[in-house]
């Protein structure tokens, strides 16, 4: 078996924290405000303020759902609160995402969305968001995200821990990665090739919750994939 020990091993997460700090920081710039003008409107202090833009994990939740509610962004707040509603969820620094996490059954039994399942065995050919795929957990945190470390050792695999995408977070970045970031259509993958397994309503779902931070022109060739169409 190919052991494998650098694909988001528990030590290399990172902290939720820092994503929300970021959204929050972006929001803000977008609204034209200062840090002073969100202490007043939150009743914060300012180093507080500056706290919670660098993702400082001392703060309280409370804090940052002060300042989340302030800025109008409760719902993706939720995206990012563990179950428990106590803090945040760990967001895991690589996972296995794209036409790979397509290609791998999904732990709620469903068939793979794509039929790539023999190049799982060779992690040289996977899409990992973090390395070669735009890592969106700034814009919807851990949701989507599961725990595939004995799904990917079937495929003579072994890891320490690996996680991966649903298949409509996995359509969701691919679109993010390429629509937005790539500013191009999604190459060799149609909407109509995996819809008879992917939820495409969700994956809409998550571009209009999050497309403050997306740009017109992106969004406008998100939705003409989903639709199967091209410009």
């Not at 990012?80 to 996972?95: K, L």
């Not at 919807?140 to 995200?145: E, S």
Request: proline letters at 5%; glycine letters at 8%; charged letters at 25%.
């Amino acid at each position: 078996m190919l052991a494998l020990e650098t694909v988001a091993p528990d030590n290399a997460s990172q902290s939720v924290d820092e994503d929300i700090g970021s959204v929050i920081r972006q929001a803000r710039n977008t609204r034209r405000l200062s840090g002073e003008d969100m202490a007043k409107l939150t009743g914060l202090s300012r180093r507080t303020i500056v706290k919670i833009e660098q993702g400082d994990e001392s703060v309280a939740y409370g804090s940052y759902r002060a300042v989340v509610r302030a800025l109008e962004l409760d719902r993706l707040l939720d995206i990012f609160a563990s179950s428990s509603g106590e803090g945040f969820a760990r967001s895991p620094q690589h996972y296995l995402s794209g036409a790979s996490a397509l290609s791998l059954p999904p732990e709620d039994g469903r068939p793979p969305a794509l039929w790539y399942s023999s190049s799982l065995s060779n992690p040289k050919n996977w899409q990992v968001a973090g390395k070669h795929l735009t890592h969106t957990g700034s814009l919807i945190g851990v949701i989507g995200l599961w725990d595939a470390t004995t799904a990917i050792a079937r495929y003579g695999v072994t890891v320490p821990r690996m996680w991966a995408a649903s298949p409509e977070r996995a359509v969701f970045d691919l679109l993010v990665d390429h629509c937005e970031v790539d500013e191009s259509m999604v190459p060799n993958i149609q909407a109509t090739d995996i819809d008879d397994v992917v939820d495409l309503n969700q994956v809409t779902q998550w571009i209009e919750l999050c497309k403050e931070f997306l740009s017109q022109p992106g969004r406008v060739r998100m939705q003409d994939w989903l639709e199967g169409g091209y410009r």
